[in-house]
Nanobody, 122 residues
């Protein structure tokens, strides 16, 4: 599975962005999908995850209520809608895929894509 994240950019605090993660190589319809981020000088952290069918989602406390993860299995794509953005959301955002039936809070993913940079100005 190859993953390509896109949609990052520069936005003012309070603004919104929608990230996309396009998968290729095989269908991700049976895969747990997740978004992670890494800010400068910090370790990578979990942001959000979604089950294969999209029936359940899970969020980090820092983004809950502001970010929404969703998926379109017909188009092999996962999204992250980010609203009410804050300067502390500035990071490179990565999407990840995993075929194993782990809990949504797990950070264990086999496939990782290249990230997309999100910069939130104050």
């Amino acid at each position: 599975v190859q993953l390509q994240a896109s949609g990052g950019g520069l936005v003012q605090a309070g603004g919104s962005l929608r990230l996309s993660c396009a998968a290729s190589g095989r269908t991700i319809s049976t895969y747990r999908m997740g978004w992670f981020r890494q800010a400068p000088g910090k370790e990578r952290e979990f942001v959000a995850a979604i089950t294969s069918t999209g029936s359940s989602t899970y969020y980090a406390a820092s983004v809950k209520g502001r970010f929404t993860i969703s998926r379109d299995n017909a188009n092999n794509t996962v999204y992250l809608q980010m609203n009410s953005l804050k300067p502390e959301d500035t990071a490179v955002y990565f999407c990840a895929a995993d075929p194993r039936a782990y809990t949504l809070g797990s950070s264990a993913y086999i496939y990782w894509g290249r990230g997309t940079l999100v910069t939130v100005s104050s």
